[in-house]
């Protein structure tokens, strides 16, 4: 089977279906971080509708498709940090919306495209499934929406319980991602697949 994984840099998608026998290449318009060989840089866009591809996986940006940036729509002063506020940030937000629609009308049998709770249940449909880590085996909780074609939703492989960080007001937040470095790595960290979710993806889905 030859796999697309599109808007992946880490691979680990990728490796879990190579491991499994089959063809599959991530794309993205950053270098990857694992095997140039199985990486194709570039424009996802141009290569997705050859005809080639049994199967495709996108992971599309979230930053103006998640529900909590949806504050930062009205308009308003611009930010300090240089966040996308108001008109700026609508038009961001329906270029991002564009590039999804794009990825979900690809003329590939079998697709699934990724992204947190967000616009998109609303601008498109709902989501096929909703799945977090820790019904693969990782205690990270982190809700992750999937829009599936062609594909049956996933069967959660090992239940976990989260794990938590509670500060001193009681509130509680994802320990994983709070003690995350407060660096320009945090992000990518953030946007890396787990390994038993991209494990269940190359079992389940031949």
């Not at 308009?75 to 008109?87: E, I, Y």
């Not at 599936?148 to 794990?163: A, C, H, N, Q």
């Amino acid at each position: 089977m030859k796999v697309l994984i599109g808007c992946e840099f880490s691979q680990i998608v990728t490796k879990a279906f190579r491991d499994r026998g089959h063809e599959a290449y991530s794309c993205d318009l950053d270098p990857t971080d694992g095997n140039p060989e199985w990486h194709i840089q570039g424009d996802l866009l141009k290569i997705m509708n050859d005809g080639s591809w049994d199967l495709g996986i996108f992971f599309p940006p979230c930053t103006y498709l998640t529900v909590t940036g949806n504050k930062w729509l009205k308009d308003q002063p611009k930010r300090k940090s240089g966040a996308l506020v108001g008109a700026e940030r609508r038009k961001a937000q329906k270029k991002a919306v564009d590039f999804f629609m794009k990825l979900a009308n690809a003329k590939i049998p079998r697709i699934c495209i990724e992204n947190p709770v967000g616009v998109m249940s609303t601008r498109w449909r709902k989501p096929d499934q909703i799945i977090c880590p820790t019904q693969f085996g990782h205690s990270e909780p982190k809700k992750t929406c999937l829009w599936l074609k062609g594909l049956p939703v996933l069967i959660p492989t090992k239940k976990v319980e989260p794990d938590y960080y509670f500060t001193k007001s009681g509130k509680r937040l994802a320990k994983w991602y709070y003690l995350l470095p407060k660096t320009p790595e945090r992000q990518k960290i953030r946007n890396t697949t787990f390994q038993g979710i991209a494990d269940a993806f190359a079992d389940q889905w031949r």
